[in-house]
């Protein structure tokens, strides 16, 4: 996935490489040996598996609505899991979490934080932020603004 390179009212350096991942998570848990138990035990794993789950599913609704996926990351670590970012210039800000309010927490405040960097005398505000999780069957909007949206939901 390529790197994302906004506009921001910082002079923050901009990591620009690209990251890679698997076209489909099942292969890297098969060639490990890895069942369901062992991903359940090991949450921290499960999590990174999960992730490039979320970014394949990701990449089909970008390119059907006409858009792509990108990653964003800081040279101070702050960093964004998926940008989907339009034709039209509209964008998003997308963290990866399984679940669990801690996590969900962490990842709205990391956009918050990245959407409140970007320069909109430059480029438009985000059209949402939104915490993509692995549990759940309903997506919310937070009183924040930020959208909570269970994997499942992104077929709707």
């Not at 990701?58 to 990653?71: E, I, K, N, P, T």
């Not at 997308?94 to 909109?120: R, V, Y």
């Amino acid at each position: 996935m390529l790197a994302w390179n906004p506009n921001l009212r910082s002079k923050t350096a901009i990591r620009t490489s690209d990251t890679r991942y698997f076209v489909d998570p099942s292969i890297a848990t098969a060639a490990l040996g890895l069942g369901p138990n062992d991903l359940i035990n090991n949450l921290l794993d499960f999590g990174f598996y999960f992730e490039t789950m979320a970014v394949r599913d990701l990449r089909v609704y970008a390119d059907a609505l006409d858009g792509q996926l990108y990653h964003f990351r800081d040279k101070n670590g702050l960093e964004c899991d998926a940008v989907l970012h339009r034709r039209n210039g509209e964008y998003g800000l997308i963290e990866i979490k399984i679940g669990g309010d801690d996590n969900i927490n962490k990842g709205a405040k990391t956009l918050k934080t990245l959407a409140k960097k970007i320069d909109t005398d430059k480029m438009k505000s985000p059209s949402f932020l939104m915490v993509l999780t692995g549990i759940g069957q309903y997506a919310y909007e937070r009183t924040d603004g930020v959208y909570v949206v269970p994997i499942g939901c992104l077929k709707d």
